[in-house]
């Protein structure tokens, strides 16, 4: 049977890196991927990018209201029978949890396995509903590890955002457009503490 992969972690962690890395491997041994973004992660287009400056354009950039199941049972159609690899989902974040019920219908049902990429939670502490969907129901749950982003080398928890070089506790959950001025910085616990703020905060000061 096959299974749904959660693979999380903050920012800077290597999701879409691991993501590469994975459709490589498949196609290097002739299996073939399906590789699917939200289209509500605008900041690259139709591409996956990475920090290191490798890119692939996605095969589908999923709105809101598409069936990920049945675009992905079209396409192991149009297969005519050649060896799947699986379904390959970057910034899984950003997925409804009905989009996450249905990648699961892939693996339960096509027996295709899905791996999924993406942040548990956002700037403010919170879990994305896709990503809250994702750990509820995904047969496998990995954690992608980094440093915290202010130097003290403990393992990163938290995604913070800075506006104009100022952490912020106060925003919609999700920006993307207009990034000139937003960063986003993973941080360990304790540096959250020490530079955003406290962390029961960011349920009362969200806009």
């Known amino acids: 049977m096959a299974k749904l992969y959660f693979r999380y972690g903050t920012m800077n962690s290597g999701k879409t890196a691991g993501l590469l890395m994975a459709a490589h491997n498949f196609e290097e041994s002739e299996q073939k991927v399906l590789i699917m973004k939200p289209a509500l992660d605008s900041k690259a287009g139709g591409a996956l990018s990475t920090r290191l400056g490798i890119e692939r354009e996605a ?82 749950l990995e954690e992608l590890k980094t440093m915290c982003g202010a130097g003290c080398r403990r393992k990163a928890n938290f995604n913070s955002r800075k506006v104009d070089g100022q952490f912020v506790l106060h925003g919609e959950q999700v920006s993307i457009d207009n990034q000139a001025n937003i960063e986003y910085v993973a941080l360990c616990g304790q540096c959250f503490l020490e530079l955003v703020g406290p962390i029961e905060g960011a349920h009362t000061t969200a806009s």
Do not use: C, M
């Open 59 to 140: 095969d589908h950039l999923a709105g809101p209201t598409d069936d990920l199941y049945a675009i992905t049972k079209d396409w192991v159609e149009s297969l005519n029978g050649q060896t799947i690899g699986g379904v390959l989902v970057d910034e899984a974040q950003f997925l409804t949890p009905e989009q996450v019920d249905q990648l699961l219908r892939v693996a339960l049902e096509l027996d295709v396995p899905v791996l999924s990429y993406g942040l548990r939670t956002d700037f403010l502490t919170h879990v994305f509903p896709g990503s809250a969907r994702l750990l509820e129901t995904a047969h496998t």
